[in-house]
DNA sequence: CTGAAAGCGCTAACAT
DNA sequence: ATGTTAGCGCTTTCAG
């Protein structure tokens, strides 16, 4: 391994000197710049980015922690194009990205404790974690991609405007005059389930049309055809009447939905409308294909990252709090309300 | 931040002592590890991994390079499915994972000189690339998720048997009937086409069947419809007599070239059988469901992993070269050859 | 079992 | 414009 030392005798100059060529300071005679560049590629010299982070504070490294469990992580196409946008923005910045799955075990201040990043980025972030908000408390450069408390909370975040997305697609689904909407929200502890019931409500309140609280339910994301199955059996076809449109939590909910409802007899959108969320790859591909609230996904990514560059450079101000547009697709899942 | 100093101080012990405790060496006296231990929670201490890593050598860091656009590998849902088997055996073993994607001015190397990592993951790496070369000739620990040459190389790598999957989906659709059968191979500098030409080859040389060479080509993986359309009018249909079974480069090529098959008038798998590869979910969703031949992807990422493990603790070894096998997975896209 | 001293390779602060 | 001197926070000798 070549030191900056080795590079400083070969060449004839002070190690201070090496130094300031490799970080491009404008302090250095071109000739001497021009020699110790010819030296350094001549010796093949690397500098060892670790003495460097240890002795200016700085890693160059951004982390991403992501609260989902590996496997469920991977049964989604959502998060590949967030990770796309993320590490665009990163990439041009020169940034390298750590990244860690987390689980109940795992600390949220760790990575930075250790210095071994230089801010976070948080995805998929539960409500109301203490360790969570530690980070903002100690005004750990974090950016959340998702809101952390539902009231005012002084942290930064870029997320989907989930409530009027929510409140679009309800509206859409009434127009059609469906009125025995079924809602699938989302985990308890997630804020987007939150959100997205108060979008619903919204619908229903402009019209000054009642809420039906048993259409609306807590439920988990990501689910299998067999969970699916379940839920059917076990509450919604409880219900009198049974409703006649699904909000699904996401689109691959939808999808296995379509197909549960399909091989009970159900025709998709004649006689049950299906919304899907994301409106990922899955939502074109499935037959019939499934409309979607679309996430601006990649530039949620990307903004994310962007806004954590500006927040490392600048030191503290005030939380920067981004609601990026969703948008509705209509596609073949859904129609007007059978009679 | 608190130092390792700072906690000997309070201690009333060297820093040795503190260093023993916190790398759980038994030179430990009971009594002092306890003593030792107690400050540390009470200082709330956590050890400067920057600076561990340049005393000992080590970051505890893998690095996982992957050559593709950013672009690229979002569209499609393997990668996901990769990276849950890379970190799910790198967490394991307490290892963190710096993701960077590559492009043509992105250095192999440089990662591993510059010190930020133990050692290399590469992903999608191209055929005969001299960087590349340089890190297997440097024994630096790397393993590679494909073959980097296809004649003998000393590297490591986990691979699918690409030869005996192109082989065996073949021998299939030879069975039914199917003698004008068209092999989108993949990229040429990868060496998965290559290996996907030969299985092909195998199936018609076992049964004395003449190979038509203009039926086996190389493309691109990942289109989209419009580039689907653009290869079936510039060049599959052309051919005279045309194809009636088509081997795609991978699931979402599959699923759109039956997208613009059906829109041509064509139906699946009744005039035309379809076959994709890897297996990812978008072949269960597709109507119909896409005939597939799938790679383990979870168990290649978990594999290379912990291959990547194992050659880091033990110095060098001959080359690990893991096969792993494909499999069939016989859905609806595919059927007897029409007459 | 414990400790003192010497680095790991670099940058920062202060010279000159 | 260049060099000198201390560290950054830890681990590793090597002594006791």
Known sequence: MVTLKQVAEAAGVSMKTVSRVINNSPDVAPKTRHHVEHVIAELNYQPNQLARSLASGKTNVVGLLVHHSVEEMFKYPFFNELLGGITACLNQAKLDLLLRFMDKN????????????????LANAPLHNADLQKLVERQIPCVFLSRIALENNPSHWVDSDFVSGAESITDY???LGHCHIALMAGSEHLALSHLRIQGYRQAFAKRDYPVTESLIRHSRLFMETAQVRHMLTDYWFQLSPRPTAFIASDDLVAVNLIRELTQL???IPEDVSVVGWDNTMLASIATPQVTSVGQQTYKK???????????????TQSPVQIKLDMELIVRDSTGPAPD
Chains 1, 2 share one sequence.
């Open 265 to 267: 007899g159900y025709r």
């Open 301 to 315: 990514g990307f903004t994310a990252a962007s806004t954590l560059l500006e927040i490392m450079s600048n030191a």
């Open 106 to 121: 795992s600390s949220y201040v760790e990575l930075y404790d250790q210095q071994r990043v230089d801010g976070l980025i």
């Open 173 to 175: 689904l009434l127009e």
